[in-house]
């Protein structure tokens, strides 16, 4: 019989409840009702500042947050609970809904506190907890030349850089005499405050608010710190910790801490055994945990329980691991140095704005926890060693860089945990790697271990190499080289040829990937025509003839249309060319126009019609720049901000013919409502009120990703630098067949090591990105063109090589919808005897 689960509260952890219980819930024993206060699905609150720049909720909304489909699932959005019968074992909502349960969670989180100082409710009074809290904050922000931010801590400071984002001078209040007082020590306090007010955050440490002062209109006109210093401000924002939500519990009866939350046992069952409370609101061990993983840890203990098991959760790793405002902080184990005894060791490096601390035990044995600011690459082999015998001298493990010997995985215990997301060990990635997993992707698919925050992707690519896993670089079989590194070959040597290529630097006669791989390449560096000489025999189908081949042998037409702007009399050309060869006529999701059904033998005939109306190729078949959509932007569009028509005309022709990796997609986008769907591509262009915000690595496909932003409110001229930086850097050093989301993926570093070297410029290599792109741009020549200016090129494009003007008699067309489409051929019938 189907039991009845209530989850109270949707938030992360609420969710992973329900998530987790539907994929452990083979033989469907439960039905899951959520009631959620809040009017949205589940979404990533820990990303939450995320949401400042592109004002877009979906983006953090958690993956089957809707349980669309799931008959199993009630989802009740916006309607909170407001009772519940222990007894009757019924829930009943704010709109007066009932449910019977047999098992119910209490999910419901925790709420910012605010402390009760006069003007603490004025107008202009915000906290920083939800997506409708930050909506509040950017339309306070409109009219704010400064903020205060009431708390230092990681939601302080989170707050501080979303109100810098805004346009707003930032005051950091906090009532500790350093920032982040529960994480970091007095040196690093130091270390991060200095860094912060570089960044033009002004910090008031050791001080508190007395008081928010009205101003003549109802609102705010100032605060009032505790050293009489007066903040002329009409916004704050209180950040100074959350209060676990437990007053349901208290009105029903349930057990609570002496300081709140819901008191539960290592079960997460409260004092009714029906009864659990997971996340925030819940007090186990005496302690509440103002964490996200914990909650997540607890959640897989109820439904454990839930499913019979005996799981219980025996506490949680705090360690934390962030980047705020751009700074690089962590604190893991006894970071304070509280344990009896407990000795440091501390690299502070002022110059290079770092300071590292390791805490070991009074014999200088064992690590017992860590700080590390501004740089906290260590953090991923630091972290899993507490509990550990130091496995070197501590000054080895802060700064290896310093002359000692490096420290590797090897060190760290069986029972250190790697990915703390999925709670994944070393010995169970050992265990992965001996049973053949030879590469990061390999060990995410067996463990799970990196498919969460990724900050442990470093760490599993150190394993594989120290545990010997030899990861081949090599394109193929006839070179040893990558793609990236040919590249280079080709670039310095000069060298024009593949044969040249590969009696220099490779063996044998090639194969079907390092030709077309050359060809790319060559075609990149302007290696002439890519159906010249023997070039030609390296393309891939599509590239030989200029065109994408169909299921039924007949080849596509795509002539250039720059942002999608095209002129009625343009469109006529297309529309008598279309009726003319009789081809199928389709509108593309990317703005162009699709003509399908062309025999090999017609290419040239429609390309001659098209080229000398002034069309050009749309480089639909290659690896190249495909397409820049635009929406009308504010030429038409009363929303528009910027004129994202002529942006993405002048891109697409600025950027056409750009051999590549993998096909490359932009899309301009004229105000933040985002028609454009520039998000969704490779390169992603959205209006703002200042200018452009540029986003990279998007893409659709098999795998969808959206683009990140990588910089914000840039005029056209550093938008177009920056892009002709990405797209050159991207052609240069990404492998084959490689999207840019997986490429930028694969860096070490990310996204941050990209925005350093396109933004920052720290390899010093913009200026030659740049001139390469404008190389590229003044020596485009139209490849269809060269085609029908070349009697040797022409003459490839026939159906039969000893009968030129015969079309291929196996091609039919029947007629759908008042065009042509394509019959296409039978499996003929293999007779076994």
């Known amino acids: ?252 009866g349930l057990a609570v801490g002496e300081r709140g939350g819901i008191v539960v046992d290592a079960a997460c069952r409260t004092s009714d055994s029906s009864i659990y409370a997971v996340g925030e609101c819940a007090c186990v061990a005496g302690r509440v945990y103002g964490l996200v993983g914990p909650g997540l840890a607890m959640a897989e203990v109820v439904v454990d329980r839930l499913l019979d098991g005996a799981a219980e959760f025996g506490g949680a790793d705090t360690a934390t691991k962030l980047k705020l405002l751009g700074i690089d902080v962590a604190s893991f184990g006894d970071a304070h140095a509280e344990a009896p005894g407990a000795l440091t060791v501390v690299h502070n490096d002022p110059v290079a704005g770092t300071y590292k601390k390791l805490v070991v035990s009074d014999d200088a044995s064992t690590v017992l926890g860590g700080i590390l600011v501004g740089d906290a690459g260590a953090y991923g082999l630091l972290r899993p060693l507490v509990g550990a015998r130091l496995p070197a001298p501590p000054e080895a493990l802060l700064a290896p860089e310093g002359g000692a010997a490096p420290v590797g995985t090897a060190a760290l215990p069986d029972s250190a945990q790697i990915c703390s997301c999925h709670a994944v060990t070393k010995g169970a990635l050992t265990s992965a790697i001996g049973s053949g997993c030879a590469d990061v992707a390999a060990l995410k698919s067996c463990t799970k271990a990196g498919t969460g925050c990724g900050s442990c992707v470093p760490l599993l690519k150190r394993m594989l190499t120290e545990s010997g896993v030899e990861q081949s670089r090599a394109l193929c079989e006839h070179f040893d080289q990558t793609r990236a590194e040919l590249f280079e070959i080709v670039r310095s040597t000069g060298l024009r040829t593949f044969s040249e290529l590969i009696a220099r630097h490779g063996r044998g006669r090639g194969c079907d990937v390092c030709k077309p791989v050359a060809a790319s390449i060559l075609a990149s560096l302007g290696n002439g025509h890519v159906l010249a000489g023997e070039q030609a025999g390296l393309q891939d189908t599509n590239d030989r003839y200029l065109a994408n081949i169909q299921r039924n042998g007949t080849y596509s037409v795509v002539p250039r249309i720059p942002g999608g702007e ?78 994202s028509v002529t942006l993405a005309v002048d891109l697409e022709l600025r950027y056409r013919g750009l051999r590549a990796p993998h096909k490359i997609k932009a899309g301009v986008s004229g105000c933040a409502r985002e028609c454009a769907e520039a998000r969704s591509k490779d390169v992603g262009v959205i209006a703002t009120e200042a200018g452009w915000n540029l986003y990279v690595g998007g893409n659709g496909g098999f795998t969808p990703r959206h683009a990140e932003l990588l910089a914000t409110d840039l005029d056209t001229e550093e938008l177009v630098r920056l892009i002709d930086r990405f797209l050159m850097f991207y052609v240069r050093t990404a492998d084959r067949l490689q999207r840019t989301a997986a490429w930028i993926e694969a860096m070490d570093g990310g996204l941050d090591h990209l925005r350093a070297v396109l933004v920052e410029d720290r390899l010093g290599i913009g200026a030659e990105l740049e001139a390469a792109m404008a190389t590229h741009v003044t020596d485009y020549v139209d490849e269809w063109r060269g085609v029908l200016d070349d009697p040797d090129k022409l003459a490839r494009f026939s159906s039969f090589v000893n009968a030129p003007e015969a079309p291929d008699p196996s091609i039919s067309f029947r007629e759908e919808r008042g065009q042509r489409v394509p019959v296409l051929l039978g499996v003929p019938e293999v007779k076994r005897s």
Request: proline share 5%.
């Open 1 to 252: 019989m189907t039991r009845t689960l209530i989850v109270v509260g949707n938030g992360m952890v609420g969710h992973q409840v329900a998530r987790a219980l539907r994929d452990r819930d083979v033989t469907g024993a439960w039905r899951i009702v959520i009631l959620a206060e809040e009017p949205r699905p589940a979404y990533d609150r820990v990303a939450l500042s995320s949401y400042v720049g592109d004002w877009r909720p979906e983006e953090l909304r958690l993956a089957g947050a809707e349980f669309a489909d799931d008959p199993a699932v009630e989802l009740r959005l916006g309607d909170a609970v407001s009772d519940i019968d222990r007894t009757a074992r019924t829930v009943t909502t704010r709109d007066g809904v009932e449910r019977h349960y047999d098992a119910l969670v209490l999910a419901t989180g925790s709420r910012p506190f605010v402390p009760p100082i006069p003007g603490h409710d004025l107008p202009g009074c915000h906290v920083y907890r939800t997506i409708e809290d930050l909506d509040g904050i950017r339309v306070a922000a409109e009219h704010a030349e400064s903020g205060v931010v009431v708390g230092g801590g990681l939601l302080g400071l989170e707050a501080a850089g979303a109100l810098r984002t805004l346009g707003v001078h930032p005051h950091v209040v906090e009532m500790a005499p350093r920032l982040m007082p529960l994480q970091i020590d007095e040196g690093g306090g130091a270390m991060l405050r200095g860094q912060i007010e570089r960044l033009g955050v002004t910090v008031h440490a050791g001080v508190s608010i007395q008081q928010v002062t009205p101003g003549e209109h109802g609102g705010i006109a100032g605060v009032l710190l505790s050293d009489r210093t007066r903040i002329d401000t009409s916004l704050v924002i209180f950040s100074a910790g959350v209060r676990p939500r437990d007053e349901l519990a208290c009105r029903i």
């Open 566 to 643: 095209i002129t009625p009399e343009r469109l006529l050309v297309i529309a008598q060319v279309a009726k003319d060869f009789g081809l199928y006529t389709k509108i593309t999701g990317a703005q162009r126009i699709d003509l399908l059904g062309a025999t090999v033998d017609q290419l040239p005939l429609i390309w001659r019609r098209l080229v000398d109306a002034g069309f050009e190729s749309g480089h639909a078949y290659g690896k190249a720049l495909r397409t820049v959509k635009s929406c009308v932007g504010s030429t038409w569009c009363r929303f528009g901000v910027q004129d």
